[in-house]
């Protein structure tokens, strides 16, 4: 029997550009930590951290579980490390993300990121104006993007050394169009 070969998928392919950008921009961010030992890159870091939390965790626990059931094409595109011996790709520990969350420079995080959804907008905005739909109604203006945005601080996330303010804010943005 012949075996068919798969056309890639298109959103899957869009989806995986969209993500290798996040990951370029995270990547960007300032790292806090000593060079020696390093076995995650920052970059890798702060999206295997990105990905689980919108996969649903709440706090580091969590995102460590959820980290580990990630699927491989996001820890490769992620750009995690595969292991010498077993051929699989290394989530980081849970305490090494408690550890970069905690020394980050958040606002170049926040930048970064920030960057990375200006971009995603303009680009989804572009598109439709490409396809010729104007958005969510007769006489939408194609250029007008909404976004519906939130935050929150995360308690008892203030390291011992810090002061007060330096607590963990995640934020969270969403395209009205995609409704989920």
Request: charged letters at 25%.
């Amino acid at each position: 029997m012949l075996a068919v070969a798969e056309r890639p998928d298109p959103l899957l392919e869009a989806g995986l550009s969209a993500v290798g950008l996040l990951v370029e921009l995270l990547a960007g961010v300032p790292d806090p930590r000593d060079p020696r030992g390093v076995r995650h890159t920052i970059g890798a870091v702060l999206s295997v951290m990105v990905f689980a939390v919108l996969a649903g965790a709440r706090n580091f626990r969590e995102i460590a579980d959820q980290a580990v059931d990630l699927p491989v094409v996001l820890l490769a595109a992620a750009g995690c490390r595969l292991h010498p011996v077993t051929g699989r790709y290394v989530v980081p520990s849970e305490p090494t993300m408690r550890r970069l969350a905690h020394d980050i420079d958040a606002d170049a995080a926040d930048a970064r990121v920030c960057q990375w959804m200006r971009e995603q907008a303009m680009a989804a905005a572009f598109a439709r104006r490409a396809d010729g739909s104007s958005g969510s109604g007769e006489g939408a203006d194609a250029g007008v993007v909404a976004v519906a945005m939130d935050g929150k601080v995360v308690r008892n996330t203030i390291a011992p050394s810090r002061a007060e303010g330096s607590e963990i804010k995640l934020f969270s943005a969403l395209l009205h169009e995609r409704r989920s």
